[in-house]
């Protein structure tokens, strides 16, 4: 068991939490063997992080590591998680290298760590980033792309308060214009509605800020 990484699942959304964490319990202890554990590196990031590692390799020193913008990425909404594994060299409990090491097979079963624990999720329903070059990457987007995700976050579509609602609601069975309407509405500028129409087809910021 990872402390960090329990902390980290206790930030996703409430529709993948709980499934998640008692999937990441079994995982290390069924699935992984002796002196190896798993780690999430990431799991919920905000916009604002979202747009630090945008820049990093573009505006900022350091290569690419994504091609996501903020809002464009489902860690920005509490449904992705990044792995790696940990390494207890001396077998003392003490877990002190980091590895995303592929082929390695710990538990001499004849099927590497990695892939272990990527079949594993995968039958849990999470997609892995492997297929566009991202194997540490699961994410869930239970059919709704970022572009969508994204307008429910500008509509202020929330459960909890801050994640976006993924099942329907009047909100989200709205046209994108009727979405646009309500949007504008909130922030007091009813008749420019076809400005922020504009930018949720283009998913570009909203030409004003909403009120709280």
Request: hydrophobic share 35%.
């Amino acid at each position: 068991m990872d402390k960090i990484t329990l902390e980290r699942i206790d930030r996703m959304h409430p529709a993948v939490k709980d499934d998640l964490k008692r999937d990441y319990l079994y995982c290390n202890n069924k699935i992984l063997g002796r002196g190896v554990r798993l780690r999430f590196a990431q799991t919920l990031r905000t916009f604002e992080e979202q747009d630090e590692l945008y820049a990093q390799g573009r505006t900022k020193a350091g290569p690419i590591v994504t091609n996501a913008k903020g809002g464009q990425s489902y860690h920005n909404y509490g449904l992705a998680f990044d792995i790696v594994l940990m390494i207890d060299k001396n077998l003392d409990g003490n877990f002190e290298e980091v590895s995303w090491d592929r082929i390695k097979d710990s538990d001499k079963d004849g099927i590497a760590d990695w892939e272990e624990v990527t079949k594993f999720f995968e039958r849990k329903g999470w997609e892995n980033g492997a297929r566009f070059g991202d194997a540490p990457h699961f994410q869930k987007n239970f059919g709704i792309n970022w572009r969508d995700l994204l307008r429910r976050y500008k509509a202020k579509d929330f459960i909890d308060g801050v994640f976006v609602r993924l099942k329907s609601s009047n909100a989200v069975n709205h046209s994108i214009e009727e979405i646009a309407k309500i949007i504008a509405a909130k922030a007091g500028f009813p008749n420019s509605y076809k400005k922020v129409e504009s930018s949720l087809k283009r998913g570009l910021p909203l030409p004003f800020k909403l009120k709280d």
